[in-house]
């Protein structure tokens, strides 16, 4: 067994071993690739996989937290192993070069996920669960048919719009997002590389609410073939309770559903009692479970 940094050439490997241990995560390989060729700037972000014969059996990314002003933090993301590999040390293997790396980083805290099944091993390297994340798919076939746009706003996809404002109101929106740590912090440039530019961002099926020419609302839609991820949906808060988010959530699942999506992810914080009601509303149903994971480093 070797762990080595992630290279570029890994992405489609890195993306079917990702498939078959979370099967509701989307990310395809060109955006894949973009990640470990260009990471997001200003986090330190850096990955490693874990090979054995050759063929890539294991995943683990680490990095700073660029989205909050909380200091020393960092997380260990997306760790896992190829079922058929496990036992074997490789997990601990991965979980070691990610806390190195982010220890000279002046990380002071570590956040990660885990399955129920993974818990055990958080718990023996020093994590203690805390907060549940949620993960629904719906069928889009199955999907309601969207709801028309009050008179008093428009609804527009994110490729008819200027990115800067679709970024002030992502970074409005996020202040008071359910976490472990606040999301008060995102710079123009980070929104660009994570959401704008991403190669998987369907700028077309992903639609805003305009109200007095100022995006009020949104729901963003990631998408690989006929598999999406809705990656954020939300309001701003002076906007909220009056059905801005359903409204673009439902209309981005339609324009995906025509363009040929059939099937769509999505997660939300166990906390998060409006998305959950607004997912259950359009037909998403759990697939998932996972807990939120911390580690004081010293």
Not at 208 to 234: E, N, P, Q
Request: aromatic share 8%; net charge neutral; charged share 20%.
């Amino acid at each position: 067994m070797t762990i080595r940094v992630a290279r570029p050439d890994d992405a489609a490997d890195v993306v079917a071993l990702r498939a078959l241990v979370f099967p509701y995560l989307v990310r395809s390989v060109a955006s894949t690739r973009q990640m470990i060729a260009e990471p997001s700037p200003g986090e330190d972000w850096t990955a490693f996989v874990a090979e054995v014969d050759g063929t890539v059996v294991g995943w683990v990314s680490a990095y700073r937290d660029g989205r909050t002003s909380e200091v020393g933090s960092g997380n260990v993301s997306l760790l896992h192993v190829h079922p058929g590999h496990r036992g074997r040390g490789i997990g601990s293997g991965l979980l070691a070069a990610a806390l190195d790396h982010l220890t000279p980083l002046d990380i002071r805290r570590v956040h990660g996920w885990a399955l129920a099944e993974g818990l055990p091993f958080a718990r023996r390297h020093g994590f203690t669960a805390g907060r549940e994340m949620r993960y629904s798919a719906v069928e889009l076939r199955q999907a309601p048919p969207p709801p028309a746009a009050p008179p008093h706003v428009r609804l527009s996809p994110l490729s008819g719009l200027d990115p800067y404002q679709v970024y002030l109101a992502n970074r409005a929106a996020a202040v008071d997002e359910p976490g472990n740590v606040p999301r008060d912090v995102m710079s123009y440039e980070s929104f660009r590389y994570e959401v704008w530019d991403n190669l998987g961002l369907d700028r077309d099926s992903s639609t805003a609410v305009v109200a007095d020419g100022v995006v009020v609302a949104f729901s963003l839609v990631k998408r690989d073939g006929d598999r999406m991820w809705s990656d954020y949906t939300a309001t701003v808060p002076e906007h909220r309770g009056r059905g801005l988010a359903r409204l673009a959530k439902a209309n981005a699942l339609h324009r995906a559903a025509t363009s040929g999506v059939r099937v769509a992810y999505t997660s939300n914080d166990a906390a998060n009692a409006p998305m959950l009601a607004i997912n259950e509303g359009l037909g998403y149903r759990p697939v998932a479970t996972q807990w939120s994971c911390l580690r004081e480093l010293s």
